[in-house]
């Protein structure tokens, strides 16, 4: 019976918060009852609309709904980033006609709510495990004092007499190059951080499960050491850390190149323009935080084909349409656009079948392909294109040598 | 044009909840008794039609053609009863091989669910232990009931005719003022059955399956060690829990609509032995063989060889059963070995059985289904070989990767293995109609709802077999 009387309830309750209350939530009367509107809104950290009906007669609406924030903040701080959630969830509970999908979309919703990363090895070999939302090899500043800060060093004085010389040229490079690069992205982000010894152990990652551009300044995750009191005299690494967003982050540390995949998860929501439009706000708040910094723009990679042509979100023909746009914020100057999905493509220009579990991130052993990409993608300055490509027949001559070790110890 | 959405035939899903169980029951409790029949027929089609309307024709002629063979089961001829038993199983082995080697897409929904019946029914009419043809109606409805026609449980007839609601023996001469008390005790009783098996598939199963999919993401070549055995605990937790909710919420709807319950799992894990394990575990498919093949031919009450040679058809069926690709065939070997060893050899040592037992229960048959879960032999391979990491290093391995998935997922885990022991379950069986466990259970029920409705149905895995 009780079933029976909360079910009515929850139904009118659908019914009348419909056009105010729930607005915000997309309905398709063929996916589900109208009473799941007030199920999803509280399990969204909202509240139904006679709890707010009887708050709102009180008077203690205003206050109320601060209220309602604060204990749900990664998720109510920002309408557009919770649109562009709900659309996504929206299409998953749409999306019945491929049981591979639903079970891929209901795996980002489990993930989604909180984000783990594991850093592994970046000073030694130690495992070391972030909870929470992981930031990514903070030891970089220190081991940037090699070749990446001596070329720094060069870069201003040159910057000081004579400008025209900051002319940059795409280049394969070694690994070293990544010491002062900084990697911002969503979960494919994550999974390159993760499974791609090579880099993590050079380059910064900002990067979180269903991050999206619209997170840049307000989602809190990347934990960096806190800003100590005058005159204190405590070294870096004693310093308790903090969680801020990216661009607080980014007002904190320098780096020298700074790469950027967002876009998977806004595809729901939006326009390409209006999308394209934020990335640009994000990527000039980074040139302001990061002057010296070089950006790089990386077209989002494809889903699988069966992906593409199944769902009615995730679509490679969307994607193509934002990269095109996307890499029309490049001034081939300070800001710079790949496209990695040269690296990962099939025939079908979609990511490839063999390459990916689940259609749309990658497997462990495929992020080389991404990371050979980018060593082989990269904008060195003219002038250093020498130093460059000798440490890279360094690193290679190196890892020869060490295969020829490898080989001769298997037998 | 209103769509009608496909995920409506999904128990776990809003709309089957709150859409096509309510019209069905209002229905078949207002309408007449003597319609009740016909209608759960017709709903059954209904269903049927909705979920896969592509097989509907191969449903409805299997169907007609075992009722018209039924006829001639009744007069005893032999030669009938082996036409029609030899056809439905044609007709289920043949949708197998053409599934299980990508000629199509999917099976016929249910089809290995309701062939089974169907051979069922026909045995026990041609042997007479149903006494004569009960009609059209009843026994088309028998065979197409939409509680049982994805996954099961394998009802008896024996079971659907020990039903005084469908009959309209128990409420046909009542006033409805006195009517209505039995129904709502019917669905009060059904409910708690439904509401814990929706609990084991949204908080447990669902999870699981997500922890399941982030293993495969990896790729299986490329998780470590401690990861590969997480993933068997995951996946053994994953499907045992998949399936029990799946059998809980089609028994409680049995029970909403006056069926007796159908017992599918009975804690398999507690089990001593891997043939009591599969006694516990899918437990109508079990006794299916039992009463249909095992003892028909003969059984373990003749010789020693004879058993041997019995137990191994069922085995070999019981893999086909669930799919012509190696992987199942190997599977059902395995446990075929280690139920003869047990019967044959540690029998003998009763503390040697109760140990190595243990063990099979424990840690082997969890192996197993991981053989059992990937039919691609690549992906077999790989991760037999992280499992037992000697035969060689992974691809790009993460050491660390158990440790993120376990800090995600192991409430689940934990809630899996914790109700793998009996007591909370049977508390709430036994206690069914106590007004506790049924604030608790209405609470319960909320919850999951409230959780399901956030995200996609996620269909059953036996919905594949």
Known sequence: MGILVVALLLTIDSALGRNSTYEEIEYNASDAPLMSLTLRNIMEGGKPYFVELLSGKTGGNAQNDTLGNSEDNAQNSDATDEAARKSVDENASGDSESNEVSAG????????????????GDAGDGLGVSDGNAVFGSEVSQGNAGDGGSADAEVSEGNATEPETNNYVMAAVPDTYFDDALFIGDSRTVGLFEYCENLNQHATFYSKVSMTIYGFNKKEFVSVPIIPAEGTDIPVEQLPTEKVTIEEALTRKQFGKIYIMLGLNELGSGTAESFTRSYGEVVNRIRELQPDAIIIIQGIMHVTHSKSSKDRVFKNSTINERNAMLSTLADGEHVFYIDMNEATDDENGALGHDLSFDNVHLKAKSYTLWYDYLKNHAFVKEKDLEENNLLLQQETEQRAAENAAAAENAQ | ??????????????????????????????????????????????????????????????????????????????????????????????????????????????????????????????????????????????????????????????????????????????????????????????????????????????????????????????????????????????????????????????????????????????????????????????????????????????????????????????????????????????????????????????????????????????????????????????????????????????????????????????????????????????????WLPRALVLILFWICAAFVSTKAGNPFMYVNF
């Open chain 2, 1 to 434: 044009m209103l769509q009608i959405n496909p995920n409506i035939t999904n128990f776990s899903d809003l709309s089957f909840i709150f859409r096509f169980l309510p019209i069905f029951l209002i229905a078949y409790y207002v309408l007449p008794s003597r319609l009740r029949p016909l209608i759960l027929l017709v709903g059954s089609l209904a269903f049927y039609a909705i979920g896969d309307l592509n097989s509907l024709v191969i449903f409805v002629a299997a169907v007609v053609v075992n009722l018209i063979f039924s006829y001639k089961c009744q007069a005893h001829s032999k030669v009938s009863f082996t036409i029609i038993a030899a056809f439905d199983v044609i007709l289920l082995l043949s949708f197998k091989f053409l599934s299980g080697y990508g000629r199509i897409p999917s099976l016929p929904l249910g089809i290995s669910f309701f062939t089974f019946k169907m051979i069922s029914y026909q045995a026990d009419i041609y042997s007479g232990k149903i006494k004569k043809c009960p009609g059209v109606i009843a026994v088309a409805a028998y065979f197409s009931m939409f509680p049982q026609l994805m996954s099961g449980p394998i009802m008896r007839y024996s079971d659907y005719e020990n039903n005084r609601i469908l009959s309209g023996t128990e409420d046909r001469f009542l006033v409805f003022k006195d009517r209505l008390p039995i129904y709502l005790d019917k669905l009060e009783e059904g409910l708690v059955y439904f509401t814990l098996g929706f609990a084991m598939k949204a908080f447990i199963a669902d999870y699981l399956a997500a922890m399941w999919n982030d293993i495969g993401t990896i790729g299986y070549e490329s998780i470590s060690t401690p990861l590969a055995w997480a993933g068997v605990v995951c996946y053994s937790l994953n499907l045992y829990f998949d399936f029990w909710g799946y059998s809980l919420m089609a028994a409680g709807i049995g029970v909403m609509l006056g069926f007796p319950f159908v017992k599918n799992f009975d804690h398999p894990y507690m089990a001593k032995t891997v043939g009591e394990f599969y006694r516990r575990w899918h437990v109508t498919l079990g006794m299916w063989f039992r009463d249909y093949v095992y003892i028909p031919m003969g059984g373990s009450r003749t010789s020693k060889a004879k058993t041997i040679r019995n137990l191994c058809v069922v085995w070999a069926l019981t893999g086909l059963w669930h799919g012509v690709t190696p992987n199942f065939i190997i599977w059902a070997g395995l446990l075929l070995v280690m139920i003869i060893m047990e019967k044959f050899i540690w029998a003998s040592h009763e503390k040697l059985l109760s140990v190595i037992g243990r063990i099979h229960v424990l840690i082997f048959i969890p192996i197993t289904w991981v053989i059992f879960a990937l039919p691609v032999k690549e992906d077999l391979l790989n991760y037999l070989g992280r499992l037992f990491p000697f035969f060689g290093a992974g691809v790009s391995v993460n050491a660390g990767d158990y440790i993120k998935l376990l800090s995600t997922y192991y409430p689940f885990l934990g809630a899996g293995l914790i109700l793998l022991l009996p007591g909370i379950y049977t508390y709430f069986v036994r206690h069914r109609k106590d």
């Open chain 1, 105 to 120: 979309d209901a795996n980002q919703e489990v993930s989604s709510g909180d984000g783990f990363g594991v850093s592994q």
